[in-house]
Every structure is written in C-alpha cells, then in structure tokens.
C-alpha cells in the first residue's frame, strides 16, 4: 500500500485522515470533488480509494460507476472503501452491490478504521 | 376420386365438349325467356309487400314499447344490460355488457348478464375502456369478434355486436354477444344500432342519479362519522344529528352555521367531545416533523463533529505539553458528546412505532438529560423501590412514546417548581419505579405548588393551562400516548406534602 486517494469533502476530516494516514506511512492524495476524483482515478495509479459519499457536486456511487471505465467489478470492490455518515439500509445495499466495504462515519475506532483503510484485500 | 377413375372423368368431359360445342351451332332463334308479371301476381306481390311493411312497422313499435317499458323500470345501470336482453327482438343475444365510464376516473364499470342468468360487474381499466371505445367509434357495422386483444376483460365468445355512446360526464360502450361465430342478421343490426338513441336519455337519468346519490350518502357518512357533534335544525326542529340521544342545548360550546339556500336551517357543530381529534393531529404532525428536523441535524452535524473529534485527537496526539494535550481532549470529548445527544435525540422521534425491550433506568437517565436546560439547578433523582438492582427494571414499550410522556412530565415538574420561586436549588423531583406485582409504576414526583382541588378535573383536558405561554395540550397528548401504551397517567396532590405527583403503570418484562 504506497498511494491513497482520499475523497472527502468535509475539510475537517479531509486534512485528519490525512494526516493520520500519512502517519502511517502512504503517501495520501486528496480530493473533495468528485469530477476531479474521477479524473485522477482514470489518469493516475492508487492502491486504495476511500470515497465519501456526499460529494458537493455528484455523489461517491457516481465515482465508483466512472471508474469502470478503467476497471473491472473486481478490482473495484477491493480499491474502493465508502465512508458516509448516511448509512442508510438503501445506501448500503447499494455499496454491496459494488461488493465494496463501507465505514459509517463517524468511525466507532479511529485506529481499526485506518488498519483496515491501509489492509490490502478490504474486506472484514 | 378424379384419380380413381379417370377413364370415366374423360367420357363425361368428351360428351360434355361435344353438347356445348352442338349448342353454340344451333342458330339463336328463340327469344330468351323473361319473368313477366300477370296483372294478379303483380297484386300478390304488393299486398306481401306491404304486410312486410305492416309487420316491420309493428315490429317496431313492439320494440318502442318494450324499450319504454325499460326506460321506466330500469333504476340502475347494473339491470340494464338483463333489461336489453329481455327485448324480444333481440332474444336471440345470448350476453349483454355496458360499460360505463365516468370521465376523468382511473377505471370504469362493466356490467355483464347472460341469458343462463349469470350476472356480474366488475371494474375495467382506463386504457383497455378507451382502446375500446375508440375502435367501436371507428367502426362502421359495428360487428367485432373475440379476436380482440381484449378478450380478457370481456368474456365474449365469437361475433359481438357494440356500440357507443358519447354523454356529457360518460363514455358508455353496450355490446351484444350470441357466444357463436353467426353473423348477426341485418335486421338485428339495425335494431342494435337503434337503441343507442334510446338508452342515451335513459342513460343521462339513471347515471347522473346514481352519481347524486353516491355524493348523498357520502355526505351522509360523512356528517355521521364527523368526530364531534352535529345537529342540523330548521325552524328548531331536529333535521339530522350524527350523536343519537343527546341535545346540544346542553354543550356551551357552540358554532352555527346557516345553510345557504334553505331558509331558517341551521347547523350547529359542537365541539366538547374530550377526545379532540385534532389535538392528535396537531400533535402528530408536530412530531413527524420534529423527527425529520432531528434527522437532518443529525447528519448534518455529524461530518463537522466528526471532523472535530479526528482533528482533535490527531492534535491530543501530537500535541507535547500537557496543558495543550487535556484541553484538545476535552474538545473530543465534547464533540462526542454532541454526536451522541443529537443522535439520542433523533432516535427517540424516530417514525417506528413498534414495541421493543428497554432498561427502564438507563431510559429515565437519557429523558432526564434531555431535560437538563429545563430542570436547571433542580434536583433530579431516581428512586428504585421494590426492585433488587436498577439494572434488572426491563420493559417492552414504545420508546418513542414513553420518552415523550416522561420528558412532557418532567418539564411540567419543573415548570411548576419554577412558578412558585425563583431559588430551586432546594427543590427536587424524584422519578419512582415502584414495583408492584409484575408491572412498574413510573411516578414523576416534585414539590412545587400542586394542583388546586377545583382543577383536578380539568387538567387533562385540551386547552386547560395555567401557566401564561402553554397551549394546554401538554397533559392531554401524554394522556394521549399513555392510552397508546394501554395505560392511563393518574394524578394526586402529595398533601399534606407539597406538589404533586404524575403516575403510570406499565407491566415488566
């Protein structure tokens, strides 16, 4: 695990996880657009994507269903990990559609939360 | 056959050639033969002529009159199609459907009577009436046959005969079925197509009746279901009241309403029935609306709080001096602690009204927090009695419910302390749980003025208050909820102590 794109657009969180991450020894890129987040996920290599929900211009499903333009359902569902404070049972069935991991904000364990960010199969 | 004997197919073919070509050398000497009348036959042929005209004359008029007897007979549209069939004329008909549509409805009516006496009415939809109705309009004979694709909701078997008819509120279709492949005849034809003419007046009576005295009986229901009480009077006599046995002299609480265009009736609607609907109502939409509002809250405070607690303990942790190091953990803390309230706060308005298993003290304990700005500098405590341990009081209840009646209880304790001084710091309101047999009684207890004896009574009721800003609803919405619970909340004075205490029972786990 060497490059983690974060897309979050709450500044406080944004610059926390980080800095948290950073901490932990990855190198994090982030985003709080969901435009630009796809641009850099179709242009640039990441090990892991945590993506927020609700993004201000479109929603993280929105990045997720861009990004099979590059990759298979596959990889997706072990590079993507959502984190939404809106975890609906609509919303997370939605998420296993994508087979993707999803972490309720706010995290119950900031430190289980950033192991399982930074483990490579993401899945629990 | 032709090939069985061929040898005989061939002689008859050669006689045949040899006649036909023996005819056409015959010179054409005899005039052909013509029909022509004798001055008796041409007679005959009239006096038939015109019995055919006397028959087909009576023939109508049969018609006519039995259509009229029709016309008077029939009250409903659901005995139409049976009164059709009756028609002599068209005896030979097997089935007979009308259907009717009123304009502007999502479905139509269809009633249909067969000969064998079966008989039946059923709902048709706007798309397959109007298919219909359009392709009946358009077509000339009007005879169809099953192989419309809309067999399905007509039960008609082979050749059927239908026509519409355009009213001013209705589209009405009537069609004719012998359940077989025969043509109809020409004249049955005729005879179908001419009924349209009678049945459109007859039509236009019996629907717009029908509609007016479904629009009666509806406003009939409805006054007598109206929640509170009704009288209509004209000239002081009772016309109509949805409440037998009881006159409205005896209610203070009066509206009059004349009724326009019937000279001296009047209706008078009471208003003193103690279970006031609208005061539910009102409550009600008070809550949903309350609960959506939290929820909103909720998620949008959640991301700040969030990121107030991570940037805080990513600080806590940097942080070297110690100072710097416990106040960055007490913003954590404290941005927890709001996660936490807001989110109790939306759970206990959630929409779900189902019953599930609750700690009853640590239920008290999270209502008592939430009255916490109200109950300022007032002692709160809570008294287990007859219970071994706090921790084993579980009820199964309507969380959302009971959260309200105790928090409405509680902000009335505290309320009262308040009216009567300003320095509370001595007074005190004790939540009981007191066991008795296989249920508990929750009892809000405060020493604050009470209630005086004359308003006992009344304090249940909508609208009572005596505090200068109530609505007067607080204590009729608990005992509202509290009837939700199968429960009732009692009241009595703690004479010869002060205040007063609030109670209500519900059986344990």
């Known amino acids: ?25 990855v190198e994090v890129v ?12 179709l242009n640039q290599k990441f090990d892991r994507i945590i993506c927020d929900l609700m993004l201000q211009d479109i929603s993280g499903f ?33 998420a296993t559609q994508y087979g993707c991991l999803l972490l309720s904000k706010p995290f119950e364990n900031i430190e289980e939360a950033l192991t399982i960010f930074l483990s490579e199969g993401a899945k629990i | ?38 001055s008796f036959e041409k007679k005959i042929f009239h006096a038939l002529k015109n019995s055919k005209k006397d028959f087909d004359l009576n023939h109508k008029f049969q018609f006519k009159e039995e259509l009229r007897k029709i016309l008077l007979s029939t009250n409903e549209v659901k005995e139409l199609p049976q009164a059709i069939l009756k028609l002599t004329s068209l005896s030979s008909f097997e089935s007979c459907h009308v259907l009717v549509h009123e304009k502007g409805k999502p479905v139509g009516q269809n009633y249909f009577y067969t000969n064998s006496n079966y008989e039946e009415s059923k709902l048709i939809d706007i798309q397959s009436f109007n298919s219909l109705f359009s392709l009946v309009k358009k077509s000339k004979n009007k005879i169809f046959n099953q192989s419309l694709n809309l067999k399905n909701d007509l039960d008609v078997v082979g050749n059927f005969l239908a026509k519409e008819i355009d009213l001013k509120n209705y589209s009405v279709i009537y069609l004719m079925s012998r359940n077989s492949f025969l043509p109809p005849s020409q004249e049955e034809q005729d005879l179908f197509q001419s009924l349209s003419i009678h049945l459109q007046p007859l039509l236009m009576k019996i629907l717009d009746k029908e509609k007016n005295d479904l629009k009666k009986e509806v406003l009939i229901k409805s006054l007598e279901n109206f929640p509170e009480k009704i009288f209509i009077k004209k000239n002081s006599q009772f016309l109509f009241t949805n409440h037998q046995g009881s006159s409205p002299v005896e209610n203070s609480h009066l509206m009059v309403f004349p009724i326009e265009g019937e000279e001296n009736t009047v209706m008078e609607l009471s208003n003193l029935s103690k279970d006031t609907i ?6 009600s939409q008070r809550v949903s609306l309350l609960g959506e509002l939290l929820n909103t809250l909720q998620h949008e405070l959640s991301n700040p709080l969030f990121g107030l607690n991570l940037t805080g303990s990513l600080l806590a942790s940097d942080a070297t001096d110690e100072e710097t190091k416990e106040i960055l953990g007490d913003i954590c803390l404290n941005a927890n602690r709001s996660q936490t309230i807001i989110k109790n706060f939306s759970n206990l308005y959630n929409d779900h009204q189902e019953y ?4 009853l003290y640590k239920f008290i304990e ?26 084993t009081i579980e009820i199964e209840t309507n969380s959302t419910c009971l959260t ?13 302390i308040k009216s009567q001084n300003t320095r509370v710091q001595n007074n005190r309101i004790i939540i009981k749980l007191i066991k008795v047999n296989k249920s508990v009684t929750i009892a809000v207890v405060d020493d604050g003025p009470g209630v005086q004896n004359e308003l006992t009574s009344t304090i249940f009721e909508p609208f009572f208050t005596t505090k200068d800003f109530g609505t007067g609803l607080g204590l009729s919405i608990c005992q509202n909820l509290a009837r939700q619970l199968e429960s009732k909340i009692h009241f009595q004075n703690n004479s010869p102590f002060p205040g007063a205490t609030f109670s209500l029972n519900l059986p344990l786990v």
């Open chain 2, 278 to 283: 609208s005061t539910e109502l009102y409550h």
């Open chain 1, 62 to 94: 929105d990045v997720i269903e861009e990004s099979k333009a590059r990759f298979t359902m596959a990889e997706i569902s072990k590079l993507f990990i959502i984190i939404t404070a809106y975890s609906s049972p609509h919303v997370i069935e939605k």
């Open chain 1, 30 to 41: 982030v985003e709080s657009r969901g435009r630009e987040a796809i641009q850099l996920i």
């Open chain 2, 404 to 416: 309200q009646i105790i928090f409405n209880l509680i902000i009335n304790a505290a309320q009262a």
């Open chain 2, 1 to 38: 056959m032709e090939d069985q004997n061929p040898a005989g197919i061939k002689e008859v073919k050669k006689f045949l050639s040899f006649k036909s070509s023996e005819l056409a050398s015959l010179p054409l000497k005899v005039k052909p033969l013509r029909f022509t009348k004798s």
């Open chain 2, 366 to 391: 999270e209502v008592i927090t939430l009255t916490k700005s109200e109950t300022k500098e007032i002692q709160k405590r809570i008294e287990c009695i007859g219970f071994e341990s706090s921790d």
């Open chain 1, 1 to 25: 695990m060497n490059k983690i794109l974060l897309v979050e657009d709450e500044p406080l969180i944004q610059k926390s996880l980080k800095k948290l991450l950073e901490k932990r020894g």
């Open chain 2, 356 to 359: 599930k298993k609750i700690q």
